[in-house]
């Protein structure tokens, strides 16, 4: 069956853009969680979102930063006035069992 | 304090050797405990869950000390395709920290022949 999909794949942008990058979880999996990775770091928490609702925002780094998921499935991350220091591996997991999460293959952000 | 950590690494073993990676969590409340594995510029995978009993995949024995807060990894008779990123996975449950995974930086394993 179909994985969690995301997507750009990549995304270039300018200092000061808005971004948003898309997450499409496993159809029928009610918690879908954001990551970020650094190159040679680990995986950073940003949110998690328990069917429409998100119960723990506390990973966002800065009010640049918003999420919201709509339907119960698709979810979106807003990145407003993009700074270099956003520039990551944005990673979309989704699960219905704890701890069995299922990665999407990410969206590399290049903030220039 | 990080939440959760683990060996730096970098491991260099050769094939057929046995390895063993350690990690510590902080939060004596923590539920679940899982190993995932991420490849090189792949995403993270789950490798296999934590119990309390100890358990083994194959070639690969998970441990968990609960009084010492320690988590193991063992992998025996290393394969070249081992090689990649083992992250130790904390869940935790309750309040706002509903369904949270907090993951470990993570140990890098190179298996050479």
């Known amino acids: 069956g179909a994985g969690v999909s995301q997507s750009p794949s990549n995304k270039v942008t300018e200092k000061g853009k808005d971004v948003e990058l898309r997450c499409d979880p496993i159809?029928?999996?009610?918690?879908l969680y954001w990551y970020r990775q650094s190159l040679g770091q680990g995986l950073e928490f940003l949110i998690y979102f328990q069917g429409n609702s998100a119960p723990d925002k506390s990973g966002l780094p800065s009010d640049r930063f918003s999420a919201e998921r709509t339907g119960g499935s698709v979810s979106t991350l807003t990145i407003q006035r993009t700074q270099q220091e956003d520039s990551a591996v944005y990673l979309c997991?989704?699960?219905?069992?704890?701890?069995?999460?299922?990665f999407g293959p990410g969206t590399r952000l290049t903030v220039l | 304090r990080k939440e959760v950590e683990q060996d730096p690494g970098p491991f260099n073993v050769p094939e057929g050797a046995t390895v063993a990676f350690n990690c510590t969590y902080s939060?004596?409340?923590?539920?679940?405990f899982f190993w995932y594995r991420q490849d090189c510029r792949k995403e993270p995978k789950l490798l296999m869950s934590v119990y309390s009993s100890g358990n083994e995949d194959g070639r690969f024995t998970a441990q968990l000390n609960r009084a010492s807060q320690y988590i193991s990894l063992l992998i025996r008779d290393s394969k070249l395709s081992d090689s990649a990123t083992y992250l130790c996975?904390?869940?935790?449950?309750?309040?706002?920290?509903?369904?949270?995974?907090?993951f470990g930086q993570g140990t890098i394993l190179t298996v050479h022949p």
């Open positions: 939060n004596s409340a923590s539920q679940s």
């Open positions: 996975v904390v869940f935790n449950a309750g309040g706002t920290s509903y369904g949270k995974l907090t």
């Open positions: 997991a989704s699960s219905l069992a704890v701890g069995d999460q299922f």
């Open positions: 159809s029928g999996h009610t918690a």
